[in-house]
């Protein structure tokens, strides 16, 4: 049997890591952050000395599930940002919600960023939190404000359905996510509180 080449084992190397980043990702979810690293490695059907190579720690895996994470919804974030600038309406907020809520079908670590935003980071070190919120405030959150066009708390409201419906897939198990009608919901959650606010000022 040959050796492996060089170009062989950095490519086993880089599926352990995104192997063990998924699992380190769904594990937070159940546990909400207090996994060990054999918790990990057993889902993940590697050994715990490999797994220790990659992570000799917890929080170190934390904050590459992050960052990995954060990487995947940036890049998403950029494209719509782009696009709606070009043909600004709100069939693009629509797409963009729809994109989103794939990307964290396909990637709990995506997923795990907004998750996280809605609970203001708390389960991270205080230096790592204030610099999630701050990342997740200017390249997710401002962004997705150019997209929707808006500037009020009705983002957090279309995020809150996006995010809780999200949460009912990964959580109970759901063997699909009904990604068109969890869209439209969140679409909802932007009309209502602009119907709302106009109503407001007319009275």
């Not at 062989?8 to 599926?15: A, F, G, S, V, Y």
């Not at 808006?150 to 279309?158: K, R, Y």
């Not at 699909?176 to 932007?190: P, V």
């Amino acid at each position: 049997m040959c050796p492996r080449t060089k170009e062989q084992n950095e490519l086993i190397r880089i599926k352990r890591r995104e192997q063990i980043l998924d699992v380190a990702a769904r594990s937070y979810f159940r546990t909400g952050g207090s996994f060990d690293i054999r918790d990990v490695a057993r889902e993940a059907g590697l050994g715990y000395g490999t797994v220790y190579h990659y992570y000799p720690n917890r929080h170190l895996l934390i904050e590459d599930v992050l960052d990995s994470g954060f990487e995947q919804c940036e890049q998403v974030s950029a494209e719509w940002v782009d696009i709606s600038s070009s043909s600004p309406d709100d069939r693009q907020l629509l797409m963009y919600c729809k994109a989103l809520l794939r990307l964290w079908q396909s990637d709990a670590r995506a997923y795990l960023v907004y998750k996280m935003a809605a609970e203001h980071y708390a389960g991270l070190p205080e230096k790592e939190r204030h610099h999630a919120k701050i990342r997740f405030m200017e390249r997710l959150y401002v962004p997705l404000q150019l997209i929707a066009r808006c500037e009020d708390d009705s983002v957090d409201h279309m995020l809150a359905v996006l995010v809780g419906c999200c949460g009912l897939y990964y959580y109970a198990g759901n063997s699909g996510l009904d990604i068109d009608r969890i869209a439209r919901l969140a679409m909802q959650a932007i009309t209502k509180e602009y119907e709302h606010d106009h109503i407001k000022e007319q009275a």
